[in-house]
């Protein structure tokens, strides 16, 4: 089992940043990859930011402004949002997979980007 807790979230202007932690607990060895995504209302989840061993990957409406990054001491993993814009507004939420595939979500962290 792996537990996830996300944070960070908050309401910011547009053009300013926000950092989001996703703190990981559990059988942390077991986890391939850890994922971002983030719903919007009426939105399907999309799947924002991704970190494996080997790469990181974005997709094409965050590339350049996101970050996705982890720190092994404190079992913690980050998505720094840069230059944000309203429509970034979105529950943004943490995702771990298994080598088995089985997949583990947070709750969720709210972001709201005023224009």
């Known amino acids: 089992q792996v537990q996830l807790a996300e944070s960070g979230g908050g309401l910011v202007q547009s053009g300013g940043s926000l950092r989001l932690s996703c703190a990981v607990s559990g059988l942390i060895p077991s986890i391939y990859t850890v994922n971002w995504y983030r719903q919007a209302p009426g939105n399907q989840r999309e799947r924002v930011a991704t970190?494996?061993?080997?790469?990181?990957e974005y997709a094409e409406s965050v590339k350049g402004r996101f970050t996705i990054s982890r720190d092994n001491s404190k079992e913690t993993v980050y998505l720094q949002m840069n230059n944000l814009e309203p429509s970034d507004t979105a529950k943004y939420f943490c995702?771990?997979?298994?080598?088995?595939?089985?997949?583990?979500w947070g709750l969720g962290t709210q972001v709201t980007v005023s224009s």
């Open positions: 995702n771990a997979v298994q080598y088995s595939n089985a997949q583990f």
């Open positions: 970190l494996t061993d080997v790469y990181t």
